[in-house]
């Protein structure tokens, strides 16, 4: 078992895993694809608004990770914006190091994710804090009183 991690910017290698990601994407992103679209999630990695992270044991593709930047005249953050795939577990260590390491050499200040509450349990023995509480209200059928 030989495990790869890295970040793809080469856009020939971009376009030959493409129908992978897409595929994990499609299995194991499904809430996520109540907000996106495939085709959205191509257009913002080649416009370079999100980066793509993949996991390789072997030949086979199973993380699939996708990331980008907040940048402020103080602090730069990086976000994961969706990690999905299979066997996660044996990736999720060496891909957080890898992810802050990229930041921080890149000269952001934070890698920032956020999830539902079993990603935070995940990451609180990665050194993650959850230092805010993300709040919604769905506004499609706003009314008042």
Known sequence: MTITIG???NPDVLKAVWPDVEKIILERGKEWLDVVT?????DCIVSKTWELWLGIDGKDLEMVGLCGWEHHAKASYYHIIWLGGFNLEKYLEKALAL???YTHLSGGTEVVASGRY???RMLKDQGYL???VQVRKNVQELTRH
């Open 7 to 9: 970040k793809v910017s």
């Open 130 to 132: 959850a230092t805010t």
């Open 118 to 120: 079993g990603w935070m």
């Open 99 to 101: 992810t802050e390491q």
């Open 38 to 42: 495939p085709e959205e999630v191509w």
